[in-house]
């Protein structure tokens, strides 16, 4: 396990896509423990919005950019379970093909296995795996499903939201709670009509919304055709600038090391529970009345543990 | 504890009231053990539906025709936190005024704290007392803010849902996956205009979304008129009257207390988790990358214990 963590930090990938294996089976807790005192300095880029809006061409578009700034890049985007939107695992493979080639590219899927809203509970151990190993900006591009989205925002440096032109849509990411995130925003297919009035609308709510040290950019884009990218990248910089002069980005990261943490101990806590409950005959107890579940609970969480 | 609980059983209202306080506060374990065996038998009905739809207006007249029939009733409203429907709260307080003198109904107001969506945490221990207290039925009402209700199914033997004549609304229902929980629809405010047209609209799309043992009745009502209330009560005590026939309430009733099991273990899980990491200064050690959350969470979850 150390050796395999040795050869991915010294730039094999092979080894690192082992690597990750390893810690999305929950096996890897030595490489884990080997990488996170490494993995706190590459910039977090969190990309959602609701399915369809762009992200994954988005995503595909800003690794050229940061390649051409001569970053090496890693995308960890998480596949959606759901057959609904199937489409994007297989948009995610062709994708993957365009940097294939390219050893300063890591892209790679998790499965979305619907905790931490929307993102896998393997995503935050991939992202400090491939931040250990060097890679630096990550980006982390979400399912998009709404609401589930938030949870993001605790993972992520700099979070964009993607939207797109037409009525309703910035309402939409309001009632997502996605314009309480966002810390740039990028109105996608933008050779729409009603990209005008999504622009005003984000900067109304986003005015009315909140008083910031930092306000939010609306960046245009085209993503399919590569107009507006140059800017979205700008934004990106800007605000990864901004949370450093500020000294924000110690917050940012003492929040996520927080989040990251109750949520090892609530998935610890929880396989703990169901191995009891598996073991133990307590739900037929309960079932038939000879015990009741509170007092059952109880025991099975040992509270002085 | 174990008096007071005494004294419950025997009929002393005050006594029960403490007794639901005490479960509330979660110090009343002792009780809740006491009681359970006994709370297996009372038929338990669920009342939901968008707020305004009149569920507790109906809810009051099923008590006054319950009276007739002889039963002893209870009513564990969930009262909402937010100050958006503070109104409901008031309209409680009001209403329990009509039956303050008869001490066979029980009406207790829960405060909702966001738990188990719409429905408080304490809402299942409330109903155990009540019901072992010799309280049948229960009658459980929600808050009553759409997606969140579909919990109610999992606490109830029969779910009634009140929707309200008008174009939209059983659509309204649909999405927020009303349809499938319901035992009884009941249309209240039947004197608006509309009506027909949303009793055809439910029809159908019950007809369309499944194919059961027992064909959800569509009743229309004027609760504030007492018009309709007689045939609800008739459409609870045939469903009731199926569930028994088919053998089906001891299903219901083994879901419903497996529900119950996995809720209390999920609020033992976070109690347990916040004291955990309440005592130890591992969040230090996290958020200064001296150790990692997975490491962490599992030397905090001794997954052996």
Chains 1, 2 share one sequence.
Not at 66 to 76: F, G, L, S, T, Y
Not at 194 to 204: F, K
Not at 252 to 265: I, K, Q, W
Not at 267 to 277: K, P
């Amino acid at each position: 396990m150390s050796e395999l963590w040795d050869q991915a930090r010294a730039g094999d990938i092979r080894s690192l896509a082992k690597a990750i294996t390893a810690v999305e089976a929950a096996s890897g807790l030595g490489i884990l423990a080997a990488a996170y005192p490494d993995a706190g300095s590459a910039h977090i880029i969190g990309v959602t919005g609701a399915p369809g809006a762009g992200k994954s061409t988005l995503v595909d578009r800003l690794i050229t950019v940061a390649r051409a700034a001569d970053k090496r890049v890693a995308v960890i985007a998480v596949d959606p379970s759901s057959p609904f939107t199937g489409g994007a695992i297989l948009g995610d493979r062709v994708r993957m093909q365009d940097h294939i080639d390219d050893p300063d590219v890591y892209i790679r899927s998790l499965a979305n296995r619907g905790h931490l809203g929307g993102i896998s509970a393997a995503t935050p151990k991939a992202a400090a795996l491939v931040a250990a190993a060097g890679f630096d900006p990550v980006i982390i591009e979400t399912v998009g499903v709404g609401q589930a989205e938030v949870g993001i925002t605790e993972r992520a440096d700099t979070t964009i939201v993607v939207v797109n032109p037409g009525w309703g849509d910035s309402v939409q990411a309001s009632k997502a709670g996605l314009l309480e995130i966002g810390d740039v925003f990028v109105v996608n297919k933008a050779d729409r009509p009603g990209v005008d009035e999504t622009v005003r609308d984000l900067r109304q709510m986003l005015e009315l919304g909140r008083a910031l040290q930092w306000t939010p950019p609306i960046v245009t884009a085209v993503a399919t055709e590569g107009s507006g990218v140059d800017e979205v990248w700008a934004a990106i910089e800007a605000h990864k600038l901004h949370l450093h002069d500020s000294g924000r980005i110690d917050e940012r990261r003492a929040v996520r090391a927080a989040a990251e943490l109750h949520d090892a101990v609530e998935v610890s806590v929880r396989r703990s529970v169901e191995s009891r409950l598996a073991v133990e005959s307590v739900l037929d107890e309960v079932v038939s009345r000879r015990l009741d579940p509170w007092t059952a609970a109880s025991r099975l969480v040992d509270l002085d543990g």
